[in-house]
């Protein structure tokens, strides 16, 4: 664990990433004590530009403030992030360790259901779930699970097989340890760090997907979102760059450092690099 | 400089910070003259890559040129500026490597590689001619029809195959000087053999110099002219093969003549014969698909086996790749299901155990893997991967701990090994550690799967030494499971030859390699590289076996 | 007969695949609050009863679902995709008649971001550890993360906005009409830049990663050192040995990324007012016309399958192994 | 190279691209001066005003058919097929003479019989609205070749303004009489009697009109044909006005925010004229059949919280004028004396204190729905606004997305709480207005009826006399006291009444001349000199 931790910390993009998550992550935690009145509030005057009129970042169409959105966006950004990748970790991670450890005709199923989920466009898929069951955070959030599980059952199943097929798996069976404790104390910990590298990243592109569907106004309406500010900017583009750019520098940010997070972590989490 | 072709004075090089040594080439001098083979060998880590690699200028970038010379053909390469080594390689100077598998561009016709070798070099060649030459090539490394190999694919050709295309590549120019660098060592026995052959009447026959890298005495014993002994970067001894091997002065050398196996007594096999295994038409065939749509293609592993194991008794699988040997001891500890057939251990049905019988007879016996890299944990302290046995079977934390530590001093280790982590040993110790997880049990029976294979010689000899000493403390029986005729010799009372999943010949060891009755033990028995000069060594000399 | 059989399997997964999409859109409709043939009908669901009976009788929505799913799975394989009475068109026509702008942009983007992504990734790996591959590095990394509809929007800021090079909107001009068809396509390749470059960034990002470890990985392998042992020149190895090599798992990633790029199209689209499924998706995402959506979702996964059963044969091209097995 | 040849190659390329690079348009002669051509946008399903009313069927529509009437922007009628008119004493009988030169475009005459047909036998058949006006008749009937007779079972004022093109076409008996009407072949190569007659029309790119030279009305039309260019991107639309390219845009075709920038330009003119028959008017709706919305202080303190201004300015940037009250300044018998709701969150507070809704520790009162209707980013962005404007009373306000299906039968079955609506008030309060008020017209399942359950038996009784009182003094009285009370009783939140820009080229006079604007038949349009 000290190892990973070191691996992780020795290197500058680890902690780039872990510097600019943690600007997200304060920005989500702090909104309401910066901004304590509502994002949609309608407070400056419509198509200020930023700095102008008092107006940090600008405002929108209707005179709200665009830094409000921002701060608050990052709270629904990073929710709905966290929120279905776990989500997704769950179906995905059970599906794979089944499919690994089971093997034969319950294997050789799931595998085919996982194969022809990836095939779907999935972007596609988010749209038609959110826009038939109608935008709200738990849609939004089911529709992100339903199209990321997938390369996360995969990998799961890989890991699972891979690790399940190495001598020391076999040698602790030989032992007499029970099944249950060869699968936690052995196969799992020695097949997860993938995952949750997966995992980290599979955060980041479900920002990106939750920001694609606000973007289509496939938001939840009651809640800022960057993906719906820069939705809302886009017709105005010609008069209110402001509306479009902060909120995508902020899902920029932020994706870039969970992906920074994300490989930092990879390379600490792999025993032959951490380890030599 | 006594007219040689390649000429190495103290050359040495340093190896990046953090290395285990500061230098990879310690004042390494040598010699190789047209029309003789030198062998350069030594262990692992020993730096003798290094040479070959320097010869060509073909270093890791992390490893620095300090000082000496590399002179061929009167020329300092040393110096040459790179595009004039990049003329020298391919032509004068050619090289083959290791592993075959890999050697070659996996999307490449065969023949457009060894013909690239042609052209890289001569521009006045019409593609005609290029074409005749490599069909010529084929045909003088010996691969089956050649005309139809220029166009096959690395994955088409088998592993030997592979390495006679290496061949004719590194001829294609006539080179004068041809570095090998572990040719054979990836290659089954018989292949090997095949190789060895080729290569020194190519050599005869061109007149060529040749540096042969090896870490194998015997393959020395059959092809060198002259050796080169290296030791961490060092020239530990150098002379005459006959010399060396016949009179070694260094301490070394003799150690590791001495560890090369197979040469004491061969074991006589014990009195009584009460069998604890017996195998009776055991059955396993593999459906392999490979890729999604891929045709399947099914591989018998073991086609009927019959086989039966005393108490007491150590018995060697031996076969070459492929032959199912593996899968044999993983059915027997039923890691793998048999299609069918049956396995009695003490007379228990061991494919219709229930769980707990399972559990109970996997106490009883146990297995200790090849690779000592993937068989530990790494997450798990090495004391606590032994320790989970005994506490699986319920002894107390503290008492498992206690069995652990005496355990690895038992094996060698000191106990303060218990709290490091697998990564933290090399490969000896930590066969070591597997050896101590599978007796920390106090089976009756121990599986060595390939346990020595991964091991250089020198280490080896101390494993093999280490388990026919637990094995004789501890009254085991043991199946031991290799590749290598030599080390079954060393250890097995008695000897099963096994091939395509079927068992060619089982015969008591000092039988076997007697009188083999069956032509492929036969030739197997052959192909063991240095196989003459030690039978030869053994009438002469004056039992220096490690055996007592 | 193997090669039957293969092409057999090929199939069968095929229309499991579109059976299963068909089922997904099947259930969602069921999912959907309300009545399924109000929910057909969009906007006419309550303002006309002819048109829910009519909608009623044509899916047997009166019918037990097993019925219900019948009639549906044999009107998909009719490519009969329903009705839109948003826009009063056969859905099949509507998404036919956008099918080729999205291929024009769908395609050049994925040749766009092979090219350019093995392109950079070689070069980058090529100067591993140098500035430049820093630089690509850092790029890739940036556009990786970069939302699609974002880049688009700056694109445009800079491109069309700012410096007034390239039009922001659109397939073609309106004036089109006039022109000669050389200068018709010089002009549908004009509006393609922003939105191909936009949709392909991505996927540029991700292959150039992926190529530049690829190339590190192929440039330590053993028979590169077997190629320099030959005394082939630099260049040489790389022409000859490397690229092809290196550039293997990006030509499975691209297969594998072909539903994400159809995905990311509909974004693209959106931005740069394509009239491509992806701006049909949109149009009726805004409009919640789901005989248009279930169409275009079973649609576009069609093509997903079409152009991963291209990439095959890419794949067949590049790498012995699998053409003659 | 011809384009097809280019998509031919396309084709060739494998890109099976000749679907998409849309039915390519053939080039299009380069019209002379006397020619228009206009944006349309989206492309109209069919031609035939009978068989569809929407808007783009409605613009190019009524070039090719004509009615009886049009309607100046006063909504008074003017001749268009019928030259002259009378209505008899007792407000039942409607006499209009035809004009008598006129042909169809196919050369056959025009005459009674054909509007006898249209409007009692085609338009009652396939036309919902004709079908409302004409069931009013008792008979329907030609007293000579141009002479027809309406006679109505009782009064009906604004019978008068059922005559307008898109709301009864006149279409040829000759060619429909006795054919399935919906599958005519004409649907798809109409004839009409207008100025212009359709030429081609290529699906996904233009639809060509040329001045009908056989037009009765002498001299016109002035332009000598018409192209509608079909465009569907926004911002082509709005470049193409630009570059000049296109001469006319009308409706939605300009995105709001553009249209101050365009109608800048020196080439171009812009009018929000001519949309006076439609005034539609955008209100929120309240059901008022929940509490605490059954109460009017309620609706009332929603009133005093809503800023009619700030929508108009910064969510329609313009294009619309905050509404006083059910009926559009714009349509008949409005009334601007009416009480004002003073924007004041201490007022609504005030009326919300009054009828007991108490905030909690959080400051709210009450929580309620709102269900967003999905017509485009102005209704969303409405209701983000609405939101925001009554939260300071302690309303919670959370909006919920729809798809069309879904929000259609959540309001025609009563089953929201608060949400946006449109409609077109068709220039009489009996037409377009009552509609929404009348305890009559509360019926479950029906979109644009009575959907917030208002009911209140003294605006029944005023809108139902108003609609068969003949005399407009009258008639303005009881519309007067109606939006009295409508007002005061606030059943809906009315917003703003919307204003659509038309703007076109500079140069052409004579373009808008009627309420109906750009749907009108532009006889009279033309360059200046």
């Known amino acids: 664990m000290k190892d990973v931790v070191k691996t992780f910390l020795g290197r500058p993009t680890g902690i780039a990433g872990l510097l600019l998550l943690a600007i997200s992550c304060l920005m989500a935690v702090s909104a309401p004590i910066l901004y304590p009145a509502s994002p949609w509030e309608m407070s400056g005057i419509p198509f200020s530009a930023p700095g102008e009129n008092g107006m940090l970042l600008g405002t929108d169409t209707l005179g709200r403030d665009i830094a409000s959105g921002v701060m608050h966006g990052a709270r629904v950004s990073l929710l709905i992030g966290i929120v279905s990748t776990l989500a997704a970790l769950f179906v995905g991670v059970l599906l794979g360790c089944v499919a690994g450890y089971a093997g034969g005709t319950v294997d050789t199923v799931i595998v085919r259901f996982t194969e022809i989920f990836q095939t779907i466009p999935s972007f596609v898929l988010a749209i038609l779930f959110v826009a038939i069951l109608s935008p709200s955070l738990g849609t939004i959030i089911v529709a992100i699970a339903l199209v990321s599980w997938p390369p996360l059952a995969r990998l799961a199943r890989a890991q699972v097989m891979s690790v399940t097929q190495r001598e020391f798996v076999q040698a602790a069976r030989c032992q007499g340890q029970s099944p249950l404790s060869v699968m936690f104390r052995h196969v799992l910990p020695n097949a997860i760090s993938p995952i949750i590298v997966t995992g980290s990243l599979t955060v980041a592109s479900a920002i990106l997907i939750e920001a694609a569907l606000s973007f289509m106004g496939l938001g939840d309406p009651n809640h800022m979102s960057w993906g719906y500010m820069i939705g809302a900017g886009r017709t105005v583009i010609r008069q209110a760059w402001w509306m479009s750019f902060f909120p995508g520098i902020a899902i920029l940010v932020t994706v870039v450092a969970i992906n920074l997070v994300g490989e930092a972590l990879n390379d600490a989490l792999n025993p032959r690099i951490s380890r030599s | 400089m006594s007219g040689g072709l390649l000429s190495i004075q103290s050359l040495s090089l340093a190896l990046p910070e953090g290395a285990d040594r500061k230098k990879a080439l310690d004042a390494v001098s040598l010699d190789v003259r047209p029309n003789e083979i030198v062998c350069l060998v030594g262990e692992s880590g020993s730096g003798k890559s290094m040479i070959a690699h320097a010869i060509l200028d073909l270093l890791p970038r992390k490893v620095r040129y300090l000082d000496g010379d590399i002179v061929f053909n009167g020329k300092k390469l040393t110096q040459a500026p790179a595009g004039e080594i990049r003329r020298l390689r391919g032509s004068d100077l050619a090289m083959i490597f290791q592993e075959p598998l890999t050697a070659l561009n996996p999307l490449r016709r065969v023949g457009e590689q060894v013909a690239e070798a042609i052209y890289t070099h001569r521009s006045d060649v019409s593609a005609k001619s290029i074409s005749q030459r490599v069909i010529e090539l084929f045909s003088q490394v010996g691969l089956p029809d050649p005309a139809a190999a220029v166009s096959a694919f690395p994955f088409q050709l088998s592993g030997g195959q592979r390495q006679r295309v290496m061949i004719a590549m590194a001829l294609a120019n006539d080179p004068a000087l041809l570095i090998a660098d572990e040719p054979t060592t990836a290659l089954d026995v018989t292949t090997q053999r095949q190789i060895l052959d080729l290569i020194r009447s190519l050599q005869a026959e061109r007149g060529m110099g040749v540096l042969f890298i090896t870490h194998d005495i015997g393959v020395v014993a059959d092809i060198a002219h002259r050796v080169v002994v290296l030791r961490h970067g060092k020239v530990v001894e150098q002379g005459t093969a006959s010399e060396i091997l016949n009179n070694p002065r260094d301490a070394y050398t003799r150690q590791l003549m001495d560890a090369v196996p197979g040469r004491g007594h061969v074991r006589a096999g014990g009195g009584k014969k009460t069998a604890l295994l017996q195998i009776s038409d055991l059955r396993k065939t593999f459906v392999v698909k490979q890729g999604l749509f891929a045709k399947y293609r099914r591989v018998d592993a073991a086609a009927g086996l019959e086989l039966s194991i005393s108490k007491g008794e150590t018995l060697a699988v031996v076969g070459e790749s492929g032959s199912g040997k593996s899968t044999l001891a993983r059915m027997i500890l039923r890691l793998i299901d048999a299609d069918s057939g049956q396995v009695l251990f003490n007379g228990e049905d061991v494919r219709g155990m229930g769980r707990v019988a399972l559990r109970e007879y996997r106490r009883r016996a146990q297995i200790v893997f090849q690779d000592p890299y993937a068989s530990l944990d790494p997450r798990l302290r090495v004391g606590d991967s032994i320790a989970r046995g005994p506490i699986a079977f319920g002894s107390s934390r503290r008492e498992a701990e206690a069995t652990a530590r005496k355990w690895l001093e038992r094996v060698g280790l000191d106990a303060s090994a218990f709290d490091r982590f697998p990564h933290e040993f090399s490969g000896g110790q930590r066969q070591r550690i597997c050896i101590a997880r599978a007796l920390a049990l106090d089976p009756e029976f121990l599986i060595a799967d390939e346990a020595v294979s991964a091991l250089d010689v020198s280490v080896q000899a101390q494993v093999l030494r280490l388990l026919s000493d637990l094995k004789a403390q501890m009254g085991l029986t043991m199946l031991f499971i290799t590749h290598d005729l030599r080390v079954a010799r060393e250890i097995a009372d008695r000897i099963v030859v096994m091939r395509n999943g079927c068992i060619v010949e089982d015969a008591p060891a000092e039988t076997l390699f007697s009188s083999p009755t069956e032509d492929y033990t036969r030739s197997l028995l052959a192909a063991v590289p240095g196989r003459k000069f030690f039978a030869d060594q053994d009438i002469t000399a004056t039992g220096t076996g490690i055996h007592a | ?325 | 190279m011809e384009r097809r040849d280019f998509n031919k190659m396309l084709l060739a390329c494998g890109a099976l691209a000749a679907f998409g690079v849309s039915p390519a348009p053939r080039a299009l002669a380069q019209h002379r001066d006397g020619g228009l051509t206009a944006i349309l946008q989206p492309e109209p399903p069919i031609l035939n005003l009978a068989l569809n009313q929407q808007t783009p069927t409605g613009v190019v529509g009524g070039k090719i058919f004509e009615s009886l009437l049009s309607y100046d922007f006063d909504l008074q009628p003017m001749p268009q097929l019928a030259e002259s008119w009378e209505i008899s004493e007792d407000g039942k009988t409607y006499t209009f003479r035809l004009v008598k030169n006129a042909k169809w475009h196919d050369g056959e005459p025009f005459t009674a019989a054909d509007v006898v047909f249209s409007c009692a036998n085609l338009l009652m058949e396939v036309h919902p609205r004709a079908r409302a006006n004409f069931d009013r008749c008792e008979s329907i009937k030609a007293r000579d070749d141009h002479t027809v007779v309406f006679t109505l079972k009782e009064p009906f004022a604004p019978f008068i303004l059922a005559f307008e093109a898109s709301s009864a076409p006149i279409l040829p008996k000759h060619l429909y009489e006795g054919q399935d009407y919906r599958n005519s072949p004409y649907n798809n190569k109409p004839v009409g009697t207008g100025p212009f007659k359709f030429s081609e029309w290529v699906r996904g790119s233009h639809i060509h009109l040329t001045a009908f030279p056989d037009y009765y009305q002498e001299g016109k039309p002035h332009l000598t044909e018409i192209y509608y260019r079909i465009v569907p991107d926004a911002a082509s639309r709005a470049v193409a006005m630009e570059t000049g390219e296109a001469q006319l845009a009308q409706w939605m075709d300009i995105e709001t925010f553009d249209v101050e920038r365009l109608a800048a330009l020196d080439h171009l003119t812009m009018t929000t004229k001519g949309y006076e028959l439609f005034s539609p008017v955008l209100w929120i709706e309240i059901n008022n059949r929940r509490e605490p919305m059954n109460d009017k202080r309620f609706r009332q303190a929603l009133m005093h919280l809503t800023d009619k201004k700030f929508v108009a300015e910064r969510i329609m940037f313009g294009l619309a004028k905050p509404a006083t009250g059910p009926i559009a300044s714009t349509t008949r018998f409005f009334e601007s004396d009416v009480k004002q709701y003073e924007l004041s969150v201490e007022k609504a507070t005030a009326l919300l204190d009054e009828i007991g809704l108490k905030p909690d520790s959080d400051g709210k009162r009450i929580t309620l729905r709102f269900a967003v209707a999905p017509y485009g980013e102005m209704w969303v962005r409405t209701a983000e606004y609405f939101r925001q404007a009554v939260a300071p009373a302690g309303i919670e306000v959370i909006l919920d997305s729809y798809d069309i299906g879904g929000w259609a039968s959540a309001i025609s079955n009563w089953d929201f709480d608060l949400t946006t609506n449109m409609l077109y008030q068709y220039g009489d309060p009996a037409l377009g207005v009552a509609r929404t008020y009348i305890s009559s017209n509360i019926r479950k399942g029906v979109m644009f009826s009575n959907t917030s359950g208002y009911s209140n038996p003294d605006i029944d009784r005023l809108f139902d006399e108003a609609a068969v009182e003949t005399s407009d003094a009258r008639r303005q009285e009881l519309y007067s006291e109606a939006q009295r009370i409508l007002v005061e009783d606030a059943p809906l939140l009315w917003l703003t009444e919307q204003r659509y820009p038309t703007i076109y080229d500079a140069r052409i006079e004579n373009l808008i001349t009627t309420s109906t604007g750009v749907n009108g038949n532009f006889a009279a349009a033309r360059y200046a000199e």
């Open chain 3, 1 to 325: 007969m193997e090669i039957l059989l293969r092409i057999g399997f090929r199939i069968a997964g095929i229309v499991l695949t579109i059976f299963l999409i068909a089922v997904i859109n099947f259930t969602l409709v069921n999912a959907a609050p309300g009545d399924p043939a109000a929910v057909m009908a969009g906007q006419s669901g309550a303002a006309d009863e002819t048109f829910l009976k009519q909608i009623r009788a044509e899916y047997g929505l009166d019918k037990p679902w097993p019925v219900q799913l019948g009639t549906y799975l044999l009107k998909v394989a009719q490519f009969d995709l329903g009705y839109s009475f948003r826009q009063r068109q056969e859905v099949s026509d509507l998404i036919l008649e956008r099918l080729g702008p999205t291929l024009v942009l769908t395609l050049s983007a994925f040749f766009l971001s092979l090219i350019g992504g093995v392109f950079f990734g070689a070069l980058a790996g090529r100067r591993h550890g140098k500035w430049s591959d820093v630089a690509i590095s850092m790029v890739a990394l940036l556009l990786y993360a970069t939302p699609v509809f974002w880049l688009g929007l700056m694109l445009v800021l800079v491109f069309s906005i700012q410096f007034e090079w390239l039009p922001a909107f659109g397939y073609v001009d309106i004036r089109a009409s006039g022109f000669s068809a050389w200068n018709y396509a010089l002009d549908v390749a004009r509006h393609l830049i922003l939105p191909a470059v936009t949709l392909s960034a991505i996927y540029m990002a991700v292959y150039t990663r992926l190529m530049r470890s690829s190339l590190i990985e192929v440039s330590q392998e053993d028979h590169v050192k077997t190629a320099r042992a030959k005394g082939v020149a630099e260049g040489a190895i790389l022409r000859r040995h490397m690229l092809r090599n290196a550039a293997l798992p990006v030509v499975t990633m691209a297969g594998m990324q072909v539903g994400a790029l159809i995905g990311g199209a509909v974004v693209v689209e959106t931005v740069f007012s394509w009239p491509g499924l992806g701006r049909l998706t949109f149009d009726a995402v805004t409009q919640r016309d789901y005989p248009v959506l279930l169409g275009l979702f079973l649609v576009m996964s069609i093509l997903v399958i079409a152009v991963n059963l291209l990439t095959d044969l890419i794949y067949r091209l590049v790498d012995p192994r699998i053409a003659t097995q």
